[in-house]
Structures are given as structure tokens and as C-alpha cells.
């Protein structure tokens, strides 16, 4: 209770604007007592411009936190919410803004994010927009910096947009590939691989024990795994073996 309460008073501090707003904070408070319930540590909570956020860059709506009071065990190995894209969904498109396009490693980036799931021939396929035949859409588009950040599923839809700063036209082009691609799993329902062990990025998950449902198959520590909240600069911007392995058992 008290590390809620201190989750909420510094959400309000870097947000003027939301805490004058009762039906807002209402929201937020509620947003944050189902994540609690469903497992998350306090300290891997975050408010931020109005939004709830978990692991730093997953933004979760008032919907999707109640799907998350659905059970949940969790362990050690790859994880994913309770959230999860509906088998109804075939064809999800990536629809990058115009900022987002003027950006070419993160265009190009998203090209490759994009490759790295069709190949796996999943129950949807993605398609950059804007395009026809869509069961759901995402938007692409910018911060500064190099921050990310997208949301879990909720309703049976995808998360509706992915952020990508645009410090990333900096690096490579497969760093852009794995940012991209990383919060692009968030948006399909992935949480954190190293969900239980993320002392060495200062993401604060935690150790709590519940939170996630572990995907069988998949090893307790995987470093190679794009969905890993540390990433290397050097990163290569394709799925581990146990990536696959998840994504195949999800999808
Ligand atoms: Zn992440």
C-alpha cells in the first residue's frame, strides 16, 4: 500500500496537468491497483504524461489491466501478459507517420522489424501502410531521444501505436531493427525476458514472483533475446531461438 501511494504522488509530481483531472486519477489509480493485483511490483510501475507504464516502455489502458486480473503464474523464462492478439486477427498494419518515414534507419528498421515476424509465418502477418485489408493497426511514430515505447494488448487487438525516438537515425540500422521489433512484441503481448533480473539496466521490474506467464520451452536466462529490457548497441536485431520458440507457442 505504501509503495502504491508513492508510485502515485510521483506520477502526480511530473504531471500538473493530470492531477487536477479526478476522473483521470481515478483511472490511474485503478490502472495501477489491477497491476498490483495481477502481480507487478510497485517499483516497476511508472506514470508518466498521463499514461501507466510497466518495464519502463509497455503502456497499459484501463482495459488491459482488467484482462490482466485473469490468472497469471509466473517463472523465469520468457513471458507474456495475459493479454494476447485475437485469433480473428489475420493482417495487422504498421502505419508510420510522416516524421517516422523522414527518418530512414528507423524506416528501414521497421522493413526489417516487420520481415522478422512474417518469416516466422505466425497466425497474423504484419504490413507497413498504409495499405487494405487490415484487422488492426498500429501506428509508428516518433519521440526524441532515444526513448520507445508501445503497450500490451487489449480486446483482442494489438497495442495501437509504437513511439521510437529519433536519436536512433544515430545508430545502426539493426539497432533500429531491434528496437522496433522489441516494442513491437510488447504491442503483441511479450513482456520482458529478464523480467526477474533486470538489476543491470536499473528497470526496477523486480523480483516478485508473479506477473508473467511463462511460455514453455524457453530457458530461465536468454541473453540473446530481443525482449531483454537491456539491449547492446551492437545488437543484431534478430530473434533468439527461444524468441521463436515463444512467438511460435503464442502464435
Ligand atoms: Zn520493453
Redesign the pocket.
Known amino acids: 500500500m505504501f509503495k502504491r501511494a508513492a508510485v502515485l504522488v510521483v506520477g502526480c509530481g511530473a504531471l500538473l496537468a493530470g492531477c487536477g483531472n479526478d476522473g483521470l486519477q481515478a483511472e490511474q489509480e485503478e490502472i495501477i491497483s489491477n497491476l498490483i493485483e495481477a502481480g507487478h511490483p510497485a517499483d516497476d510501475i511508472q506514470v508518466v504524461d498521463g499514461a501507466v507504464y510497466v ?4 503502456q497499459v489502458n484501463l482495459e488491459a489491466s482488467q484482462e490482466m486480473l485473469q490468472t497469471g503464474e509466473g517463472s523465469a523464462e520468457h513471458y507474456r501478459t495475459t493479454n494476447l492478439v485475437g485469433t480473428s486477427i489475420k493482417r495487422i498494419c504498421i502505419n508510420p507517420t510522416a516524421q517516422f518515414n523522414s527518418y530512414s534507419r528507423l524506416s528501414q528498421g521497421l522493413d526489417m522489424a516487420i520481415a522478422n515476424y512474417n518469416v516466422l509465418a505466425l497466425r497474423f502477418t504484419l504490413a507497413r501502410g498504409p495499405t487494405t485489408g487490415c484487422n488492426a493497426n498500429i501506428t509508428a511514430t516518433t519521440t526524441t531521444g532515444t526513448g ?1 515505447s ?1 503497450g500490451y494488448p487489449s480486446g483482442g487487438l494489438p497495442y495501437g501505436q509504437i513511439v521510437i525516438g529519433t536519436g536512433f537515425q544515430n545508430f545502426s540500422v539493426d539497432l533500429n531493427e531491434h528496437v522496433i521489433t ?2 513491437l ?2 504491442a503483441f503481448g511479450l513482456r ?1 525476458t529478464d523480467f526477474f533480473n533486470t538489476a543491470g539496466c536499473g528497470s526496477g521490474e523486480g523480483s516478485g514472483g508473479v506477473g508473467g506467464i511463462l511460455i514453455p520451452g524457453t530457458p530461465t536466462v536468454d541473453p540473446n533475446s530481443l ?1 531483454n ?1 537491456c539491449y547492446s548497441t551492437s545488437a543484431t536485431g534478430e530473434f533468439s531461438q527461444y524468441d521463436i520458440i515463444a512467438l511460435n507457442y503464442l502464435y
Open positions: 518495464g519502463r516502455d509497455a520507445i508501445s522489441h516494442v512484441g510488447h520482458h525482449m529490457s
